[in-house]
């Protein structure tokens, strides 16, 4: 089966740095995404890896250690609206791109 | 900026009774997907949908499920028979293409609530 393990939830102050990790142990493995979820909203896009190393988007950074099966996402100068859910999701390899998704961490920004 | 777009944004209905979730996914993509989140629980699989047939489903998506594109522009999840454990966001999402990092665009989800 699939398993992706990220914390259930993480509490940081406005305007730190926040790192959220997610570990995989998956068969196949093609590449990771990070969704943000407000609660009662839909999952929105925010990065996607496939090479390891880090990726940079603004605030938000997502890096990729395919050989150790952990990824984190890195969020600078955190404001109130980053209380949110943060989900990891695999792309899966082997014909089948669905991407299967962590239980997501729930961040809560305090000012 | 393109979006998916579901209705009904919620539903309330009586177990056994059918359900028609419908959504319109973003216009120039190819693909098509249905998810569901139980409150509290993570978002899970349940079909794909690719050139008018179902391309992949998860083992939630059994003979109580069925999807349909039935003009250019609509996708639809059919529920027969609703269980109280059918309650759930029900997340309709679509992508340009499906291989490597071709990203899925949720809409804002279909609230199901089952009594």
């Known amino acids: 089966g699939q398993n992706i393990d990220q914390p259930t939830e993480m509490t940081a102050t406005e305007g730190a740095i926040v790192q959220i990790n997610c570990t995989y142990q998956?068969?196949?493995?093609?590449?990771l995404f990070w969704y943000q979820q407000h609660a009662g909203e839909a999952p929105t896009f925010l990065s996607y890896n496939v090479l390891d190393g880090l990726e940079e988007k603004g605030r938000f950074s997502s890096f990729l250690s395919r050989s150790k099966g952990y990824s984190y996402l890195l969020l600078k100068e955190l404001q109130m609206k980053d209380s949110a859910s943060y989900l990891c999701a695999v792309q899966l390899s082997g014909g089948s791109y669905i991407p299967t998704f962590g239980r997501g961490t729930s961040l809560i920004v305090h000012p | 900026e393109p979006e998916v777009t579901q209705t009904p944004s919620h539903q309330v209905t009586q177990m056994g009774q059918e359900v028609i979730l419908r959504c319109v996914p973003i216009s120039n993509h190819l693909y098509f997907y249905w998810y569901r989140q139980i409150l509290g629980q993570k978002v899970e699989f349940l079909v794909s949908?690719?050139?008018?047939?179902?391309?992949?489903k998860s083992e939630i998506f059994d003979d109580q499920f069925s999807v349909e594109r039935p003009d250019g522009s609509n996708f639809t999840l059919k529920i027969r028979s609703t269980k109280l454990e059918d309650s759930a966001m029900y997340f309709c999402?679509?992508?340009?293409?499906?291989?490597?990092?071709?990203?899925?665009?949720f809409g804002e989800g279909s609230w199901l609530t089952v009594v």
């Open positions: 949908f690719y050139n008018n047939e179902i391309s992949e």
């Open positions: 998956t068969s196949g493995f093609n590449g």
């Open positions: 999402a679509s992508s340009a293409g499906s291989g490597t990092g071709n990203t899925i665009y």
